[in-house]
């Protein structure tokens, strides 16, 4: 069974741009949830989609959204870069009452 | 709000040697708790989980935690580690036994010397 996969796995961007990121979730599961890791802040949590509904948002300003799509995959976008935003982005997928999400392997994105 | 506070932020032991992983949480409810590991360049692996019952836990890879409530800790532990187990270590709370909405620690990362 293939894992979460996440594209593209490396990303340069210059601030003010916008930047879509994309996972596939492992084949069934229908909940994708996305976090962002920074040596500062470590790992947080950014919002969880399950049947294309956001269920859950983390502490995060309305520059960083998502969406899901019927087939389970999820993209997030980011507008307005800025250089904060530079970081190690993390998809996570979950079959329904498991309580264990399958992490994807990352999208670096770096903001200049 | 949750929390939870891994103390150690890096940590050395030798190869063969017995290892323990600190974790503290802060949490009003019934805490669900999880120990991840990431390795260079990848993403986190769950390693082990509690929701309820049995406060030892044995996870994969050799790794057992126990959650003591009266202490707000689940401490990861290895008897015997080997070198590639060298990796930084996670651990979190989620909201709910979905696993989902995760709240991490800052890491622990683990060298091991031969």
């Known amino acids: 069974k293939a894992g979460v996969t996440q594209t593209p796995r490396y990303l340069i961007k210059t601030r003010g741009q916008q930047v879509t990121l994309s996972c596939s979730p492992i084949s069934g599961h229908r909940s994708v949830s996305w976090y962002q890791q920074t040596p500062g802040q470590g790992l947080q949590f950014l919002f969880e989609?399950?049947?294309?509904?956001?269920?859950n948002k983390g502490n995060f300003p309305g520059r960083f959204s998502g969406r899901q799509f019927s087939n389970s995959r999820s993209e997030m976008n980011v507008s307005t870069l800025e250089l904060g935003d530079s970081a190690l982005y993390l998809c996570a997928s979950n079959l329904a009452g498991s309580g264990e999400q399958f992490f994807g392997p990352g999208t670096r994105l770096t903001v200049l | 709000a949750q929390s939870v506070t891994q103390p150690d932020i890096h940590i050395t032991v030798s190869e063969g040697a017995s290892l323990e992983l600190r974790c503290n949480y802060s949490y009003g409810a019934t805490p669900y708790l999880f120990w991840y590991v990431q390795s260079p360049g990848q993403g986190l692996q769950l390693l082990l989980k509690y929701f309820s019952g049995d406060t030892l836990v044995q996870g994969i890879k050799g790794f057992e935690a126990e959650f003591k409530r009266s202490q707000s800790s689940f401490n990861l532990r290895k008897p015997s580690v080997h070198w590639s187990d060298a990796a930084e270590y996670f651990c979190?709370?989620?909201?709910?036994?979905?696993?989902?909405?995760?709240?991490f620690g800052t890491g622990t990362r683990l060298t091991i010397i031969p």
């Open positions: 979190a709370v989620g909201e709910s036994s979905r696993g989902e909405k995760l709240t």
């Open positions: 989609y399950f049947s294309e509904t956001q269920r």
